[in-house]
């Protein structure tokens, strides 16, 4: 498999958002992509290329030792891979500083629990009715070493 990270481009965001949109059942906008290509110090958004094609996206803010994972998602024809778990220890290594990995999920996102809690993310609170139809957001963290 040929993997590539890099960050993410003004033309990737089709590509991006037709994955947003086949991955997300409540996917964001263009528009919200769109801003997380804004040139601010603390955004980092990076895509993944499986064979010169991007194939999943993660959208990160990091503010010194404060990591938010805001987004990822794969492109649901190349999910169960292995490339979610390989994106998220790509974030572990690029990014270690002994800080704290910030992420919320939706506890019914079984795919998304089981793989933050086998890179060792804890459940550290609720958000009561963060989503738009109403469902908590399950909090969880992890030290970064
Ligand atoms: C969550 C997501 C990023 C995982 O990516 P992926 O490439 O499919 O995951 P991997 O193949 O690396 O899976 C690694 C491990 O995660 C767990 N996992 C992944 N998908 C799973 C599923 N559908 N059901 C149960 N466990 C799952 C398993 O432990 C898996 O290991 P295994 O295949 O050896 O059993 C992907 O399913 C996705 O893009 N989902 C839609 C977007 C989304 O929900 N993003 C998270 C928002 S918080």
């Given amino acids: 498999m040929s993997l590539r990270f890099r960050r993410m481009h003004p033309e990737d965001l089709d ?17 919200m992509l769109a ?18 094609r991007v194939e999943g996206y993660a959208l990160l803010w990091v503010f010194d030792d404060e990591i938010y994972l805001n987004n990822i998602a794969i492109n649901p024809e190349n999910q169960r891979k292995g490339l979610g778990l390989k994106f998220l220890n790509y974030i572990f290594e690029r990014f270690r500083s002994g800080g704290i990995l910030h992420l919320e999920v ?18 550290v609170g609720i958000r009561r009715g963060y989503y738009s139809d109403g469902e908590d957001a399950l909090i969880m963290q992890k030290e970064l070493e």
Wanted: glycine residues 2%; neutral net charge.
């Fill in 15 to 31: 590509r991006v958002w037709a994955i947003e949109q086949a991955a997300f059942t409540d996917p964001w906008t263009r528009d």
């Fill in 106 to 123: 939706r506890p019914s996102n079984k795919a998304a629990v089981q793989l933050y809690s086998r890179c060792g993310f804890a459940p």
């Fill in 35 to 52: 801003a997380e290509l804004q040139p601010d110090y603390f955004r980092h958004p990076i895509v993944l290329e499986m064979h010169n």
